[in-house]
């Protein structure tokens, strides 16, 4: 069956998000409002500014709507969209708070020093885009670590139906994340 996926549209880089997910089978819906989640099987937040998404979703009464959705059906949040998920953030107050990672902004430097890794997950390699990447500093016990940098930088993770990568799975050709994310629905 095909699956329905939102891809949250308020700011970032959703477009690309959009365009993997259609290459891999997907309906694709934009999610501006809340009702835009009534009938989703899973949702992408995407990368972009949290500081901004955040006001956004405040903006567009979604705060509440993304929060039940979250701790329900299949989420994945990229850079930004990993920051809104987490429990803590460092030096500030979480967002939707509903996976158990801690995560730190802006943890690679300034936007000049972003930069593409290679990195193994479960002996494959991926490439790896990181834009003003945050860092998962830590991890709840309920969390699987599933790729870090340098072996001690966790840069991916999931807990059950939840899944953060601090780096852009969608700016590469690479469909496998999208693929996975599919197959946790
Ligand atoms: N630095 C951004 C933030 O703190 C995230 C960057 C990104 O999503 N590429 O929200």
Redesign the pocket.
């Known amino acids: 069956m095909v699956k329905r996926i939102g891809v949250l549209a308020l700011q ?1 880089d959703f477009a690309e998000h959009k365009l993997a997910l259609e290459q891999v089978g997907a309906e694709v819906i934009e999610v501006r409002l809340p009702h835009d989640l009534d009938t989703l099987d899973g949702l992408i937040i995407p ?5 901004t998404l955040r006001k956004l979703a405040d903006f567009y009464g979604l705060m509440k709507p993304l929060r039940a959705f979250a701790q329900d059906k299949p989420v994945w949040g990229t ?2 969209g990993a ?1 809104l998920l987490a429990r803590e953030v460092v030096d500030q107050e979480p967002h939707l708070g509903v996976m158990d990672i801690k995560i730190q ?2 943890a690679f430097g300034r936007q000049i020093n972003s930069f593409v890794a290679d990195l193994d997950i479960d002996g494959e390699i991926y490439p790896a885009v990181f ?4 860092l998962i500093v830590s991890v709840g016990s309920g969390v699987k670590i599933l790729a870090s940098l340098n072996h001690n930088r966790i840069v991916a993770a999931q807990q059950g139906h939840m899944l953060a990568t601090v780096f ?1 799975p969608e700016l590469t050709n690479d469909l496998r994340f999208h693929r996975r994310f599919i197959e946790m629905i």
């Open positions: 970032g990368g972009g500014e949290s500081t850079c930004a920051i902004r802006n834009i003003r990447a945050p852009h």
